[in-house]
């Protein structure tokens, strides 16, 4: 029932946003990898794991998947949330400027340079997954179980969200090219048709000896992958009929207008395994920073964490954003309707 709900409420957003022609920002409404993908990434992660880390998460795989969309909930409930989930890195430079040569890998100097306000503004992905790995050491380093947890299902989300081409653009949703929607049709639309069909068995979490430099190297190959993202979007929308680009789908009461099965198999198959490929990406990444943390920890035994719960105060935290998430997500769909 839980699943099915959660789908439904997957579906009705991507559908909304087609329907509508319109996502006034993929920055604070979309939910990145759609909750199915950020959900089987994290959970997949677990199975990356060397056998002293694995014990412990795996006795924890529940939660590390249920809590892997929380940074998207809270998206509604915590100021500064949103740009924490994506850097329009091409906002820096003229398009035949290289950006990762021109925007400074380290927070102090990016700042020095552009201004907190402004990189706040264009996205921090980067620089959070370098904070979120500090703090999971520290964690680890205190055999902390609630921060342990929520740290790496956050952790996840975000390493899911920075494999996406889309999260590095300010043309994010092909809002700036005649490509609206296309922010849901490549990280949504396309898993979910496809993905259960998909290998997730991505071999072992190696060990990440700089997580700053590490997380860039995974916007920039983000980055690199947006223009054929963007460019075989283009050349299928011009050899389909427009007929034939979207069909008609009942979700629930409504009829929703969504990109057909045909083009999203075209795109996926001219795509050539890209969006599989983004997430084995994801996944086995998410396995090497939870597994570099606890080695910058100095390798701390957890057995003694495995029977204890998580604190109650977390457990209401958890609530609290639920149901901000809920009310705020019923607020927005009235406003942007
Ligand atoms: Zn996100």
Request: proline residues 4%; negative net charge.
């Amino acid at each position: 029932m839980r699943k099915l709900f959660i789908l439904s409420l997957l579906l009705a957003f991507f559908s909304f946003t087609v329907d509508k022609g319109i996502n006034n920002s993929a920055h604070t409404c979309a939910s990145s990898w759609g909750f199915y993908g950020h959900k089987r990434i994290n959970r997949m992660a677990v199975f990356t794991l060397p056998p002293e880390l694995f014990s412990f998460y795996k006795s924890n795989i529940e939660f590390i998947t249920e809590h892997a969309v929380d940074p998207d909930k809270r998206r509604y409930a915590a100021e500064g949330e949103a740009p924490r989930h994506y850097i329009d890195i091409d906002h820096y430079v003229n398009e035949d400027e290289d950006p990762f040569t021109v925007v400074p890998e380290k927070w102090d100097e990016a700042v020095r340079k552009y201004s907190q306000d402004t990189l706040e503004a264009y996205g921090i992905v980067p620089w959070h997954i370098e904070v979120m790995t500090n703090r999971l050491t520290k964690a680890f380093r205190n055999k902390d179980l609630d921060n342990i947890l929520r740290l790496s299902a956050d952790i996840g989300h975000y390493i899911g969200d920075a494999h996406v081409p889309l999260h590095t653009t300010e043309n994010y949703n092909g809002q700036l090219t005649g490509q609206l929607g296309i922010h849901g049709f490549w990280e949504s639309r396309i898993p979910e048709l496809i993905a259960e069909d998909w290998d997730y068995f991505v071999g072992q979490a190696s060990y990440i000896e700089a997580p700053l430099n590490r997380a860039w190297e995974i916007i920039k190959q983000s980055h690199y992958a947006l223009d054929s993202v963007l460019a075989f979007e283009k050349e299928l929308t011009t050899a389909f009929d427009t007929d034939k680009k979207y069909s008609f789908e009942n979700r629930g009461a409504v009829i929703m207008k969504v990109y057909s099965i045909e083009f999203t198999k075209a795109y996926n198959a001219k795509l050539n395994g890209m969006v599989e490929r983004r997430m084995q990406q994801s996944i086995q990444s998410v396995g090497s920073f939870w597994y570099s943390a606890w080695i910058k920890a100095g390798k701390p035994d957890l057995e003694d964490l495995l029977s204890k719960p998580i604190s109650k105060k977390l457990d209401e935290e958890f609530s609290r954003v639920n149901a901000a998430h809920n009310a705020r997500k019923i607020k927005g769909r009235i406003h942007n309707e």
